[in-house]
């Protein structure tokens, strides 16, 4: 199955970046981008997973990190390593950069299609909703969060999910530098050299089984219960 990472409404950054659109790590900036870091534990063993976040137009990075709590300003589990920044010349909320939707009136012109949310006011109206939603790792998490946003920014039916945020973000996303990588996949290289040389190839068809059985996990979350949750 292929997953599509690149609607056609959203574009990736490839140009040069406008100063407003400078990314900044030692301060932790980073406008209009996806951003990512492992997590502790579970990226030790699938490296291929980690914790996203949004940058606002700002910089500040917008993140779900737990039940009816989205963080401001403080990503949770650590630095960014990974990110994606997007164009702003290509996307549906450059249509009308001068338009801003404070109001809950206006906001419903914007999903009724008369207008186009901008970049943080899209952001804000996701970050409203899910201050109110209960965490779960499988329908309702940081990945939801931010499909959520793209999802209000380009219309509800352009298709982004959990899957196909995570895998954006994988082979799409820059490294902000060489020891973000480091960090992110010296921790799995350990384990797995350990795992060899200890449990040798039980050790390496049980790691494939995990990543086998979190895939269709998500999945099945993505594609099935959440139509039969809305059923």
Known sequence: MELDTEPKVMMIEHASIPNSMHIDPTRARFPRCIVWTPLPVI????????????????????????????????????????????????????????????????YRLVESGRYHYTWDDALKKTTQEYQKQTYSVLTCNCHSFLANHLNRLESQSSGWNVVNVAALILFKGKWVNTPSMVRSYLPFMVVLFMGITFGGANFLTLLAFVVFLLFGWYLCGTYYLKNIIQL
């Open 43 to 106: 990226s030790w063993l699938l490296p291929f997973i980690g914790h996203v976040g949004i940058g606002r137009e700002d910089g500040v990075i917008v993140d779900f990190a737990g039940p009816n709590y989205v963080s401001v300003d403080n990503f949770a589990f650590g630095p960014v390593a990974r990110y994606l920044q997007i164009t702003q010349e290509k996307s549906s909320i450059g249509q009308h950069p001068s338009a801003t939707f404070r109001t809950e009136e206006e």
